[in-house]
């Protein structure tokens, strides 16, 4: 087993731990703890996966600012009241039948499509290059960084604007719902 | 280099995670939470793609999935605080007046 075999078993085992943490902590405090263990552990995988500028932007952007979002709103919320009561839908066995049989569906679809790919012959051929540089006038530069930006800016600039209107409208939405003067309907 | 294969069962199995958190958890923060986790294993699995085919679009992708991701915890994280004050109570069930 190669040294990269290696990291992606213990990062993934991290990831599920950290999932089936949210799931099942009964504390939303824990959950959100055991969402930021996967948080980073994805981080991780990210660097695998030849993706060190999505890294940074997962450390940055999730366990960073959605993650204090989180925590200050379970800090603005009084869960104390809740302890007592159970913390798990009735619905849970149908949750469980649901998720199993959709794991199954979506892994005997994979297992089918992964035989018929060794069957033409081992599937596509990676090029690692085109990801850990760019060429730009001409000249090559390294980094993966600067592959991704030179992307966002020329290929993919009318979604990369869009996107920051976006963020606009859900700043503005947030403030607004969470002005204090939201009267109490009935 | 790891198959393609390893990084699409972790991700599906992230996500089928994901799924029962939401439909398990009666707290409305874990279930925005679990609902994190799925949009994660969205990720993983362009990013995979992306490694595999040797093409930056699944990357440039994932950095617009994870604009929306931010976008959508802040304004779920609102709705949640507004319900908060109605209610008094962050718990789905007492959130049933849609209920037919």
Redesign the interface.
């Known amino acids: 087993m190669?040294a990269?075999?290696w990291m992606?078993w213990i990062l993934?085992a991290v990831?599920?731990v950290g999932?089936?943490g949210?799931?099942l902590m009964r504390q939303?405090v824990h959950?959100?703890l055991f969402?930021l263990l996967?948080?980073v552990a994805?981080a991780g995988?990210?660097v695998?996966?030849?993706?060190e500028?999505?890294a940074a932007?997962?450390i940055l952007?999730?366990a960073g600012?959605?993650m204090v979002?989180?925590l200050f709103?379970?800090m603005?919320?009084n869960?104390r009241?809740?302890q007592k009561?159970?913390?798990?839908?009735r619905?849970?066995a149908?949750?469980?039948l649901?998720?199993?049989a959709?794991?199954g569906l979506?892994?005997g679809l994979?297992v089918g499509e992964?035989r018929e790919l060794a069957s033409l012959g081992g599937?596509?051929a990676?090029?690692?290059?085109?990801?850990a540089s760019v060429v730009i006038g001409g000249a090559r530069v390294a980094g993966?960084s600067e592959?991704?930006g030179w992307?966002?800016y020329r290929?993919?600039f009318l979604?990369f604007e869009i996107?920051s209107v976006?963020?606009l409208?859900?700043?503005i939405?947030?403030?607004v719902?969470?002005k204090r003067t939201?009267e109490?309907?009935d | 280099?790891?198959p393609?294969?390893?990084?699409?069962?972790?991700s599906?199995?992230?996500f089928?995670?994901?799924?029962?958190?939401v439909?398990?958890?009666?707290?409305l923060?874990?279930v925005?939470?679990?609902i994190?986790?799925m949009l994660?294993a969205v990720?993983?699995n362009l990013?995979?793609f992306?490694?595999?085919?040797?093409?930056?679009?699944g990357?440039?992708f994932?950095?617009?999935v994870?604009?929306?991701?931010?976008?959508?915890?802040?304004?779920g994280?609102?709705?949640?605080?507004?319900l908060?004050?109605?209610k008094g109570?962050?718990?789905?069930?007492d959130a049933a007046e849609m209920k037919g």
């Open positions: 190669t990269a075999l992606f993934g990831v599920i999932a089936a949210v799931v939303p959950s959100a969402l996967s948080f994805m995988l990210f695998l996966t030849r993706a500028f999505l932007v997962q952007v999730y600012g959605i979002l989180f709103t379970i603005l919320v869960l009241r809740q009561e159970p913390y798990i839908h619905q849970a149908v949750a469980l649901v998720g199993a959709f794991y979506i892994g994979l992964t599937g596509v990676a090029h690692p290059g085109k990801l993966n592959a991704v992307a966002l290929d993919y979604p996107a976006f963020l409208v859900a700043m939405g947030a403030v719902l969470g939201m109490k309907v | 280099m790891v393609l294969t390893h990084y699409l069962a972790l599906f199995l992230l089928v995670l994901g799924v029962v958190g439909l398990v958890r009666r707290n923060l874990t925005l939470m679990s994190e986790l994660n990720n993983l990013v995979a992306s490694r595999q085919l040797g093409d930056l679009t990357q440039v994932t950095v617009f994870i604009a929306v991701a931010a976008g959508e915890a802040a304004i994280l609102a709705i949640i605080i507004s908060y004050r109605l109570s962050v718990n789905l069930d």
